[in-house]
């Protein structure tokens, strides 16, 4: 076992999940860098989702290694694990999954009330993320009086509420409208730069991607260089100096790699 770089957040060896007799992530490794904001793209079912929840804790690979902070994630138990997402972690799904009796404030407030965070500052620090995300008038009213795109600037002021220091977001600006997907995109990087959190964003959309610091590719599970869109017609010759499609593991002068990781064909190129 080999411990990360010190200045990898986030690093992940060789990950191997399968869903369903199925594979969802090959041999995939990767860095996260302490306050980057990384993007990792590709089609739906390229494994995006699971790649997240590896590295979040929420989900265990069946081969392979997780790190945060230089502590392996992979060898944490169950409780250990909730415990991390809870204090260091946040997450944003692509629907909001709100309490429903709960006000949108004390949605968003509930992270720090669990911490024994007093009423008083969970209600202050609350409604100042919703004004900053411009929902400080939908405090008072609960999930089922709000429209989607106003119960998603909810969710992200939940995940953004406790300061993690690792913000997962999976598709965060699904639900939303062109306009609303741009203001709170600027809302999320703009936290995330001047507070230093890590955020590790997925999504298929190249705008979203686009605000990253770093892009990561995945297609059918693999780490790749360059994923081309189901549509988007094959390329008639690469660009110069740009990699394949798919790479094996490590770069084109790994040749010594062993047999069972170059046909991982996981990039590890970071």
């Not at 306050?35 to 069946?62: H, M, N």
């Amino acid at each position: 076992m080999v411990a990360p770089p010190d200045n990898d957040v986030l690093w992940a060896r060789a990950l191997h999940v399968t869903h369903n007799g199925s594979p969802a992530l090959t041999g995939v490794s990767l860095g996260v860098r302490e306050g980057e904001i990384l993007a990792v793209t590709g089609p739906r079912g390229s494994g995006k989702t699971t790649l997240l929840r590896c590295l979040s804790g929420q989900l265990l690979p069946e081969q392979g290694e997780v790190w945060f902070n230089s502590t392996p994630v992979h060898n944490m138990g169950p409780v250990v694990r909730e415990r991390l997402r809870r204090d260091r972690f946040g997450w944003i799904d692509p629907e909001p999954h709100l309490v429903p009796e709960l006000t949108a404030w004390e949605n968003v407030a509930l992270p720090l009330m669990l911490r024994d965070a007093s009423h008083r500052a969970s209600k202050t620090t609350a409604q100042e993320w919703l004004e900053r995300l411009d929902i400080g008038d939908c405090a008072r009213k609960r999930p089922h009086a709000l429209l989607q795109a106003q119960r998603q600037r909810i969710a992200i002021a939940r995940a953004l509420v406790t300061m993690p220091s690792v913000i997962f977001a999976d598709e965060p600006t699904a639900p939303l409208h062109r306009a609303d997907r741009a203001h709170v995109l600027r809302t999320l990087t703009t936290a995330a730069r001047s507070h230093g959190i890590t955020v590790v964003l997925a999504t298929h959309d190249a705008e979203v991607a686009a605000l990253a610091d770093r892009t990561v590719a995945l297609l059918d599970g693999r780490r790749v260089n360059t994923v081309h869109l189901p549509g988007a017609g094959e390329p008639t010759a690469p660009a110069a100096g740009a990699a394949g499609a798919a790479a094996s593991s490590g770069s084109a002068s790994d040749g010594d790699s062993d047999e069972a990781e170059g046909r991982a064909a996981c990039s590890l190129s970071v």
